[in-house]
């Protein structure tokens, strides 16, 4: 499967973005999705993650409450809607899919596939 992120941009603090994730080839409900994030400097870490019908969703604490995962698997696409962005949040996003759930959803040596990233900046 391949992925294609789309959707970052520049954005000023407490603004909001819509992240999109669009999958070719099949059975794209079969897989757990997930996003991570990487900042100059940093480690790639986990955002969120969903699994295949949408039942279950999953997030980093820093972003309980302010970010959504949602899936449309008509589409085969997954979203990230991000919102009350903070520059903390700053980074070059990931979609990842996971064709072998383990459970390890945050772990991205769970996940088989992944897309280039889309560059997110929050900043005034």
């Known amino acids: 499967v391949q992925l294609q992120a789309c959707g970052g941009g520049l954005v000023q603090p407490g603004g909001s973005l819509r992240l999109s994730c669009a999958a070719s080839?099949?059975?794209?409900?079969?897989?757990?999705m997930g996003w991570f994030r990487q900042a100059p400097g940093k480690e790639r870490e986990f955002v969120a993650a969903?699994?295949?019908?949408?039942?279950?969703?999953y997030y980093q604490d820093s972003v309980k409450g302010r970010f959504t995962i949602s899936r449309d698997n008509a589409k085969n696409t997954v979203y990230l809607q991000m919102n009350s962005l903070k520059p903390e949040d700053t980074a070059v996003y990931h979609c990842?899919?996971?064709?072998?759930?383990?459970?390890?959803?945050?772990?991205?040596?769970?996940?088989?596939?992944w897309g280039r990233g889309t560059l997110v900046t929050v900043s005034s």
């Open positions: 990842a899919a996971d064709a072998r759930y383990s459970g390890s959803y945050y772990s991205s040596n769970e996940y088989d596939y």
């Open positions: 969903i699994t295949w019908g949408g039942g279950n969703t």
């Open positions: 080839g099949r059975s794209f409900s079969s897989y757990v």
